[in-house]
C-alpha cells in the first residue's frame, strides 16, 4: 500500500513553514518596533539645519587728542532669518509669520530691511534703482528664465505672489510687504555674495522677546555693534561706516571681511580702517525643524579693534566749525539784502560753501578741519539719502578735495624765488606805476594791472618785498618773474612751479586722510602730461602771460586748504615742511599697550632762514603796516600775526573766492591757518575767521569759547 505523506513532501511544507514564520516575524519588528520609533516625535531623530554665524568683533573707539571720546561701539541686536526653517514649515506659515512680526515691528517703532525695487503702495511702479539695485534685479530676472526684462512692476508682483503663494485673501498692499522680505531672502540663494540678510536691526531686548513669544520658526537674534558719535563735530574727519559694497568686497574678502561687515568710508574710519575693524568670530549653530538650538561650536573668538586717539582738538574744531558758519552766514546775509535792493539773484551772491585748515607750525599735526556745509554723524543715517542729493554738497570735503586759486596768498612763492635767484633783496625797490608793461613787447601782448589801478588810476609807486606784501601789489610780484632765469618765461614758470612744490603745494601732504593732489601748474608739467596723453597739444602750450599771471596767484594753479596750510606752516616755522598728521597714538584694544605714537616727520627742509624770515616779516607788515591788507582786523589784536590775503579767481564764477592764511604769534608761531571761502569776494571778507580762531586758541576763556556753538553729547 502507497504512503499518504511521503518525507520529501513534509520537508517541503516545513521549508514553506519556515519561510513564512520568518517573513512575518520580520515585518512584525519592523512595525511594532522600528516603525514605531520612526513615527514616536519622541523617539525619532529629528531633521537638523546648520548655520554658521558671524560673532562681530567691536570696532575701536576714536578720541580726541585731548581724550575726549569721538566714536565708539554699542551692543546690538539684530534679528535674523533662517530661510530653511521657515520654508520647511509651508508657504502659509512662512507667509503669516513674516506679515505678523512686519506689523509688530511697527507697532513698537521699528522698521524692517525692505530694499524690493517697487514702490509700497498703488500705483505700483518701479523706484529709481541704485547700482546694486538694478544688478540684483538683473541678476533675478536671469535666473528666472521665463521673466522678461522688461516686465511691469505690476506683472512681477503678480507673478511673486504666485510663487510665493501668498494666499489671495490676503490684501495686495500687505502681499507687497510679505514679497519684499521673501524676494530679500531669496536674492540671498541666487547671488551668493550678499550679506546676511537682517530683518531688524538693533532691537530692544524687550521686543526680542515679544517676537520669540510668537514662537516663529527659524527666527534668531544675532548680536552686533552700533556705531554711535558723540559729537555734532569733525564729521568729515571721523568719518562714518557703511555696508560694504560688492565692489569693496572684491577688494576686503581676501582680509577676511565677512559679506555682512561694516566698513569706514571717509575720514578716519576709512583711514585707519585696518586698526579699528578688529577681526570677527564664528560659530556653527544647529537647530531643529522647530527653530530649538540643540548644538553650538565655536569657531572662533572676536577679537575687538584697537583705539585710536587724533591729533585734533574737538574744542577748537567746535570754534572753528562755529567761527567759518558765522561768517559765511553773516556774509550771506549782507548779500541777500543787497540783492534786494539791486534786484539781483540772491542765488548768484550767495556763499555755497569754504574750508578751514588748522595745523601746529611745530610738529604738523592737524588741529582741526572743517568743511562747509557740512552734516551731523548723529543723524546721518536718517539723513544720508537727502545729503547726497543736496546741491551744496554736505558730503564733500572742501578742507581735503576742494581745489582752488590761490590768488595772491601765492606770492609769497614767487617772492622767496626772487630772494633765492638775487632777482631782489630784502629792500630792492620795484616801481609799480599800476601796470606791468613786460608783455607789450610781444605779439598780441598788453599792459597787465595791479589790482589797484581800475580802482585808483594809480599804482603802489616805490615797493619792496616787506612793503609789497603788506599792500599786495600785483606789479612787484609780475616783474619778479619776469627777470627770473634770465628772463624766460618758460624757465621762469618751471622754477616757481619747483619752489612752490618745496613749501608743500601741489603735493601730498602725508596726512592719512584722502586727499586732492591739486594741479601745480607749469611748462615741464603740460609737457609731462602731454607725453602721456592727458591733454592735447593745444592745451600743453604756455605762453608768456601765463607765467605773468602764475606769479600773482592767478593762472591754473589750484590747491587744497590742506595744501595752502601746509605751505603757511612752512613759512611760519623758518622753513620745515613737515608730513601732516591726524593719527596721535594708538592703543591696544585692552588699552594695556601703546601701540603707535606721534613723531614729527620732515619732509623737506629750506636753508635759506634768511629769505624765509624776511617773506615772514612781509606777512606781518599785512596784518600791522598802515597799508597792511590784514590791519583792519590784527593791526591792534595783542598777538602778532602774519597774514596774506588772496581774492581768486575761479572759472566762472561771478563773484571771486576768498582766501586768507595766517600763522600766531609771529616770533614763535604755534599754529598756522588757512581759510578759503568759496565766492568769498575777498580774503579781506573772511579773516575775521581767522580772528575767532587765534581767539579760542590763545585764551579759551574769550567770548569765542563763550558763545554757544553746540554742546558735545555725553
Given at each position: 500500500m502507497?504512503?499518504?505523506?511521503?518525507?520529501a513532501?513534509i520537508?517541503?511544507?516545513f521549508i514553506?513553514?519556515i519561510?513564512?514564520l520568518g517573513?512575518?516575524?520580520?515585518n512584525?519588528y519592523?512595525i511594532?518596533?522600528?516603525?514605531a520609533r520612526a513615527l514616536?516625535?519622541?523617539?525619532?531623530?529629528?531633521?537638523r539645519?546648520?548655520?554658521t554665524?558671524?560673532?562681530h568683533a567691536?570696532?575701536?573707539?576714536?578720541?580726541?587728542?585731548?581724550?575726549?571720546?569721538?566714536a565708539s561701539?554699542?551692543p546690538?541686536?539684530n534679528?535674523?532669518l533662517?530661510?530653511?526653517s521657515m520654508r520647511?514649515?509651508?508657504?502659509?506659515?512662512?507667509?503669516?509669520?513674516?506679515?505678523n512680526?512686519?506689523?509688530?515691528?511697527?507697532?513698537?517703532g521699528?522698521t524692517?530691511?525692505?530694499t524690493?525695487p517697487?514702490?509700497r503702495?498703488?500705483?505700483?511702479?518701479?523706484?529709481?534703482?541704485t547700482?546694486?539695485q538694478q544688478?540684483?534685479?538683473?541678476a533675478?530676472?536671469?535666473?528666472?528664465q521665463?521673466?522678461?526684462?522688461?516686465i511691469t512692476?505690476?506683472e512681477?508682483l503678480a507673478?511673486l505672489?504666485?510663487?510665493?503663494?501668498?494666499?489671495?485673501t490676503i490684501?495686495?498692499?500687505?502681499?507687497?510687504?510679505?514679497?519684499?522680505v521673501r524676494?530679500?531672502?531669496?536674492?540671498?540663494?541666487?547671488?551668493?555674495?550678499?550679506?546676511?540678510?537682517?530683518?531688524?536691526?538693533?532691537?530692544t531686548?524687550d521686543f526680542?522677546?515679544?517676537?520669540?513669544?510668537?514662537?516663529?520658526?527659524g527666527?534668531?537674534?544675532?548680536?552686533?555693534f552700533v556705531?554711535?558719535?558723540?559729537?555734532?563735530y569733525?564729521a568729515?574727519?571721523?568719518?562714518?561706516?557703511r555696508?560694504?559694497?560688492p565692489?569693496?568686497?572684491?577688494v576686503?574678502?581676501?582680509r577676511?571681511y565677512?559679506?555682512d561687515?561694516l566698513?569706514?568710508q571717509?575720514?578716519a574710519e576709512y583711514?585707519?580702517?585696518?586698526?579699528?575693524?578688529g577681526?570677527?568670530?564664528?560659530?556653527?549653530v544647529?537647530?531643529?525643524?522647530d527653530?530649538?538650538v540643540i548644538?553650538?561650536?565655536?569657531?572662533?573668538?572676536?577679537?575687538?579693534?584697537?583705539?585710536?586717539?587724533?591729533?585734533?582738538?574737538?574744542?577748537?574744531?567746535?570754534?572753528?566749525?562755529?567761527a567759518?558758519?558765522?561768517?559765511?552766514s553773516?556774509?550771506?546775509?549782507?548779500?541777500?539784502?543787497?540783492?534786494?535792493?539791486?534786484?539781483?539773484?540772491p542765488d548768484?551772491?550767495r556763499?555755497?560753501?569754504?574750508?578751514?585748515?588748522?595745523?601746529?607750525?611745530?610738529?604738523?599735526?592737524?588741529?582741526a578741519a572743517?568743511?562747509?556745509?557740512?552734516?551731523?554723524?548723529t543723524?546721518?543715517?536718517?539723513d544720508?539719502?537727502?545729503?547726497n542729493?543736496?546741491?551744496?554738497?554736505?558730503l564733500?570735503n572742501?578742507?581735503t578735495h576742494?581745489?582752488y586759486?590761490?590768488?595772491?596768498?601765492?606770492k609769497?612763492?614767487?617772492?622767496?624765488?626772487g630772494l633765492r635767484q638775487e632777482?631782489?633783496?630784502r629792500?630792492?625797490?620795484?616801481?609799480?606805476?599800476?601796470q606791468?608793461l613786460?608783455?607789450?613787447?610781444?605779439?598780441?601782448?598788453h599792459p597787465?594791472?595791479c589790482?589797484?589801478?581800475?580802482i585808483?588810476?594809480?599804482?603802489?609807486h616805490?615797493?619792496?618785498?616787506?612793503s609789497?606784501?603788506?599792500v599786495?601789489c600785483?606789479?612787484y610780484f609780475?616783474?619778479?618773474?619776469?627777470?627770473?632765469n634770465?628772463?624766460?618765461f618758460?624757465?621762469?614758470?618751471?622754477?616757481?612751479a619747483?619752489?612752490?612744490?618745496?613749501?608743500?603745494?601741489g603735493?601730498?601732504?602725508?596726512?592719512?586722510?584722502?586727499q586732492?593732489?591739486g594741479?601745480?601748474?607749469s611748462p615741464?608739467?603740460?609737457?609731462?602730461?602731454y607725453?602721456?596723453?592727458a591733454?592735447?597739444?593745444?592745451?600743453a602750450f604756455?605762453?608768456?602771460?601765463?607765467?605773468i599771471q602764475?606769479?600773482?596767484?592767478q593762472?591754473?594753479?589750484?590747491f587744497t586748504?590742506?595744501?595752502?596750510?601746509?605751505?603757511t606752516?612752512t613759512?611760519a616755522?623758518?622753513?620745515?615742511?613737515f608730513e601732516?598728521s591726524?593719527l596721535?597714538r594708538?592703543?591696544?584694544?585692552?588699552f594695556t599697550?601703546q601701540?603707535?605714537?606721534?613723531e614729527?616727520v620732515?619732509r623737506?627742509?629750506?636753508?635759506?632762514t634768511?629769505?624765509i624770515n624776511t617773506i615772514?616779516d612781509?606777512m606781518?607788515?599785512a596784518?600791522?603796516?598802515?597799508?597792511?591788507?590784514?590791519r583792519?582786523?590784527f593791526?591792534?589784536y595783542?598777538?602778532?600775526?602774519?597774514?596774506k590775503?588772496?581774492?581768486a579767481q575761479f572759472?566762472s564764477r561771478n563773484?571771486?573766492d576768498?582766501v586768507?592764511?595766517?600763522?600766531?604769534p609771529?616770533?614763535?608761531p604755534?599754529?598756522a591757518?588757512?581759510?578759503?571761502?568759496?565766492?568769498?569776494?575777498?580774503?579781506s571778507?573772511v579773516?575775521d575767521?581767522a580772528?575767532?580762531i587765534f581767539?579760542?586758541?590763545?585764551?579759551?576763556?574769550s567770548?569765542?569759547?563763550?558763545t554757544p556753538?553746540g554742546q558735545?553729547i555725553?
Amino acid at each position: 500500500m502507497q504512503k499518504m505523506y511521503k518525507p520529501a513532501r513534509i520537508a517541503i511544507v516545513f521549508i514553506m513553514f519556515i519561510a513564512l514564520l520568518g517573513v512575518f516575524i520580520t515585518n512584525l519588528y519592523r512595525i511594532q518596533i522600528h516603525e514605531a520609533r520612526a513615527l514616536n516625535p519622541y523617539d525619532a531623530p529629528q531633521r537638523r539645519f546648520s548655520r554658521t554665524v558671524n560673532l562681530h568683533a567691536a570696532r575701536g573707539s576714536i578720541y580726541d587728542r585731548n581724550g575726549i571720546l569721538l566714536a565708539s561701539g554699542r551692543p546690538s541686536f539684530n534679528i535674523m532669518l533662517d530661510w530653511a526653517s521657515m520654508r520647511a514649515q509651508g508657504n502659509d506659515v512662512f507667509n503669516a509669520a513674516i506679515l505678523n512680526m512686519i506689523y509688530m515691528a511697527m507697532d513698537h517703532g521699528f522698521t524692517h530691511t525692505d530694499t524690493f525695487p517697487i514702490t509700497r503702495g498703488a500705483p505700483f511702479a518701479f523706484v529709481d534703482m541704485t547700482r546694486e539695485q538694478q544688478r540684483r534685479f538683473d541678476a533675478y530676472i536671469e535666473h528666472h528664465q521665463g521673466l522678461h526684462p522688461d516686465i511691469t512692476a505690476s506683472e512681477f508682483l503678480a507673478w511673486l505672489r504666485r510663487h510665493y503663494q501668498i494666499d489671495y485673501t490676503i490684501g495686495i498692499l500687505d502681499a507687497r510687504l510679505i514679497i519684499g522680505v521673501r524676494h530679500e531672502l531669496e536674492m540671498r540663494r541666487i547671488i551668493g555674495n550678499l550679506a546676511p540678510y537682517v530683518f531688524l536691526s538693533d532691537v530692544t531686548t524687550d521686543f526680542i522677546s515679544l517676537i520669540m513669544e510668537q514662537g516663529h520658526v527659524g527666527v534668531f537674534t544675532e548680536s552686533s555693534f552700533v556705531r554711535e558719535y558723540h559729537t555734532t563735530y569733525a564729521a568729515h574727519l571721523i568719518g562714518y561706516i557703511r555696508r560694504m559694497s560688492p565692489q569693496q568686497f572684491e577688494v576686503l574678502r581676501e582680509r577676511g571681511y565677512s559679506l555682512d561687515a561694516l566698513v569706514g568710508q571717509v575720514g578716519a574710519e576709512y583711514a585707519f580702517e585696518e586698526y579699528l575693524r578688529g577681526i570677527d568670530g564664528r560659530k556653527r549653530v544647529v537647530s531643529t525643524v522647530d527653530g530649538s538650538v540643540i548644538e553650538v561650536h565655536m569657531l572662533s573668538e572676536p577679537i575687538p579693534g584697537d583705539h585710536i586717539y587724533l591729533t585734533i582738538d574737538i574744542d577748537l574744531q567746535a570754534a572753528v566749525e562755529h567761527a567759518l558758519r558765522t561768517q559765511i552766514s553773516l556774509i550771506n546775509a549782507e548779500r541777500y539784502l543787497e540783492a534786494m535792493d539791486t534786484g539781483e539773484d540772491p542765488d548768484d551772491l550767495r556763499i555755497p560753501g569754504g574750508a578751514v585748515v588748522v595745523v601746529d607750525t611745530r610738529t604738523g599735526e592737524l588741529l582741526a578741519a572743517a568743511s562747509y556745509p557740512t552734516f551731523n554723524l548723529t543723524t546721518l543715517a536718517q539723513d544720508f539719502t537727502s545729503l547726497n542729493l543736496d546741491p551744496g554738497l554736505p558730503l564733500f570735503n572742501r578742507a581735503t578735495h576742494g581745489r582752488y586759486t590761490p590768488g595772491s596768498t601765492f606770492k609769497m612763492v614767487t617772492g622767496f624765488a626772487g630772494l633765492r635767484q638775487e632777482v631782489v633783496g630784502r629792500w630792492t625797490p620795484i616801481h609799480c606805476g599800476g601796470q606791468f608793461l613786460g608783455l607789450t613787447h610781444l605779439e598780441g601782448g598788453h599792459p597787465v594791472n595791479c589790482w589797484i589801478f581800475p580802482i585808483a588810476r594809480v599804482g603802489h609807486h616805490n615797493v619792496d618785498m616787506i612793503s609789497a606784501t603788506e599792500v599786495s601789489c600785483n606789479v612787484y610780484f609780475m616783474e619778479i618773474a619776469a627777470h627770473l632765469n634770465d628772463r624766460s618765461f618758460i624757465e621762469s614758470a618751471n622754477t616757481i612751479a619747483d619752489t612752490a612744490r618745496e613749501f608743500g603745494l601741489g603735493v601730498h601732504t602725508g596726512l592719512e586722510l584722502p586727499q586732492s593732489l591739486g594741479r601745480l601748474d607749469s611748462p615741464l608739467w603740460r609737457l609731462d602730461a602731454y607725453e602721456r596723453g592727458a591733454i592735447n597739444a593745444s592745451a600743453a602750450f604756455w605762453p608768456a602771460a601765463l607765467t605773468i599771471q602764475t606769479s600773482f596767484g592767478q593762472g591754473e594753479n589750484r590747491f587744497t586748504p590742506l595744501q595752502l596750510a601746509s605751505y603757511t606752516s612752512t613759512i611760519a616755522n623758518g622753513g620745515i615742511l613737515f608730513e601732516q598728521s591726524i593719527l596721535q597714538r594708538r592703543m591696544s584694544n585692552d588699552f594695556t599697550e601703546q601701540l603707535h605714537t606721534f613723531e614729527p616727520v620732515i619732509r623737506n627742509v629750506i636753508e635759506e632762514t634768511e629769505h624765509i624770515n624776511t617773506i615772514r616779516d612781509g606777512m606781518l607788515a599785512a596784518s600791522i603796516g598802515n597799508r597792511g591788507t590784514a590791519r583792519a582786523v590784527f593791526q591792534n589784536y595783542p598777538i602778532l600775526v602774519g597774514s596774506k590775503t588772496g581774492t581768486a579767481q575761479f572759472d566762472s564764477r561771478n563773484v571771486n573766492d576768498g582766501v586768507f592764511v595766517a600763522y600766531a604769534p609771529h616770533h614763535n608761531p604755534e599754529i598756522a591757518v588757512a581759510i578759503v571761502i568759496e565766492k568769498g569776494g575777498s580774503g579781506s571778507a573772511v579773516m575775521d575767521i581767522a580772528r575767532m580762531i587765534f581767539d579760542y586758541y590763545f585764551n579759551p576763556g574769550s567770548a569765542i569759547a563763550a558763545t554757544p556753538y553746540g554742546q558735545l553729547i555725553p
